[in-house]
């Protein structure tokens, strides 16, 4: 594995880990008629795009969980 691919990765891990706290922290982000907005699917969805097979599933699997 390349050292661009593992920055990359680490990138992404780093990415899901920061969309998920700020989803989580309660009255951070303003409830939009009592739904709170969801920002894990949509990133998942964007490496999902640019990655290979099984990269895109074990991200998406990430951000699922």
Do not use: D, H, N
């Not at 593992?6 to 920061?18: A, C, D, K, Q, T």
């Not at 009255?27 to 290979?52: D, K, N, Q, T, Y």
Request: a negative charge; proline letters at 8%.
């Amino acid at each position: 594995m390349s050292r661009y691919r593992v920055i990359r990765y680490l990138g992404y891990s780093i990415e899901i880990l920061v969309l998920f706290v700020l989803q989580e922290t309660p009255g951070l982000i303003p409830e939009i008629g009592g739904a709170r907005p969801v920002m894990l699917i949509p990133a998942a969805v964007c490496i999902a795009m640019f990655e290979s097979e099984t990269p895109a599933m074990a991200f998406g699997l990430a951000g699922g969980l």
